[in-house]
């Protein structure tokens, strides 16, 4: 069993940047797609990023397209999303998600194992 568990999270101000991790442990990610999520106040939550298992495909929401990257590190087990010139209206929980079949797709239902989530929270 997978466990995931993100860190990195704070308070910032609008512009800033963010380097969030998301660390695994119970067995190895290296074949797993894997995927950011976020959930503002209010709302459902919904896809921002995902990369496959060799890290070769990225894929972006587009309101995060030239702002995030998302990156891995194999052998460290763990997935990272940096993130810059940070709005307000990316204030969220985000999560990170593992997809044993390594599809990278933007479907919630995909992925097999999820972490706590931790907050982001951008000010103007």
């Known amino acids: 069993q997978v466990q995931l568990v993100e860190s990195g999270g704070g308070l910032v101000q609008a512009g800033d940047s963010l380097r969030l991790s998301c660390a695994a442990s119970?067995?190895?990610?290296?074949?797993?797609?894997m995927g950011w999520f976020r959930q503002a106040p209010g709302k459902e939550r919904e896809y921002v990023s995902s990369?496959?298992?060799?890290?070769?495909?990225?894929y972006y929401t587009d309101s995060v397209k030239g702002r995030f990257t998302i990156s891995r590190d194999n052998a460290k087990n763990t997935v990272y999303l940096q993130m810059d010139s940070l709005k307000p209206e990316d204030t969220a929980v985000y999560y990170c998600a593992a997809d044993r079949y390594n599809l990278a797709r933007r479907v919630q239902n995909d992925y097999d194992y999820w972490g706590q989530g931790t907050q982001v929270t951008v000010s103007s």
């Open positions: 990369i496959t298992s060799s890290g070769i495909s990225l």
């Open positions: 119970g067995g190895t990610i290296s074949y797993y797609a």
